[in-house]
């Protein structure tokens, strides 16, 4: 399939991608680990070799690297798919920093796996956030993803518990909503939070966008 889409440098896209025919590319934690990691090793001008940058995410910070091809601004990794919000940054940029990220990582999952072919579907989708509303509704949206997780049918019934689902979310280690609210972590180096417009002045702007869409759906009392 192919993508029909043009990237522009200084706008904002949804890129996004899953498993062909739908299976988990993410089994175990060490496989969110080494895709955290690739997402700051392959955002680079340099080939990526994490045999010799270090192949944890502690590692290639210290390790460092060129000049980046394109701004991370949110992500979200579920086990069968992900997601981010991109803004183009050079002239192709997300389109190397995709083909890099993909092809490293299918590298590592089927050397680790012992299999060969594809792991995700050929060409990554793509939509332009070319306005403020969509791009807002992106960053809820992305970083709700978890909640299936816990509530498969939290969109078709609502929200039983949204302290629990709130809790989840900020412990859910394979996205950016903690780097959202303020947390202090490694990952944190991998984002351009501040290339976003000032939607979100503080933690607690931000907490309170994504309790709205929670709030949208929470599951009516029945009588």
């Known amino acids: ?13 949804h890129v996004y991608n899953r498993g062909v025919d739908k299976r988990k590319i993410f089994p175990s934690k060490t496989d969110y680990r080494r895709f955290i990691t690739l997402l700051f ?25 060129t000049d980046t091809l394109t701004n991370i601004c949110a992500y979200c990794l579920m086990p069968n798919h992900f997601h ?7 002239e192709r940029g997300i389109s190397r920093f995709m083909q890099k990220l993909q092809t490293a990582y299918t590298m590592y999952f089927n050397e680790r796996n012992r299999r060969t072919g594809a792991l995700l579907e050929s060409t990554f989708r793509a939509s332009h956030a070319n306005t403020d509303e969509y791009l807002k ?7 709700l993803n978890p909640v299936k997780l816990i509530e498969p049918k939290w969109k078709e ?3 039983a518990d949204r302290p629990r689902a709130e809790k989840f979310l900020q412990s859910y280690a394979h996205s950016s909503y903690p780097d959202y609210t303020s947390s202090t ?3 944190s180096a991998i984002l351009k939070i501040g290339e976003l417009p000032e939607y979100f002045e503080s933690a607690l702007d931000f907490k309170s966008a994504v309790r709205e869409w929670l709030e949208f759906n929470i599951k009516s009392p029945k009588g």
């Open 41 to 65: 090793a392959c955002n680079s001008e340099r080939p990526v070799n994490l045999r010799e940058q270090g192949e944890s995410l502690e590692d290639a910070l210290a390790t460092g690297r």
């Open 137 to 143: 509704y992106l960053i809820s949206y992305i970083h």
């Open 157 to 159: 019934t609502g929200i």
């Open 1 to 13: 399939m192919s993508r029909k889409i043009d990237f522009s440098i200084g706008e904002f896209y």
């Open 185 to 187: 972590r490694q990952e």
């Open 84 to 90: 981010m919000v991109l803004r183009e940054k050079t």
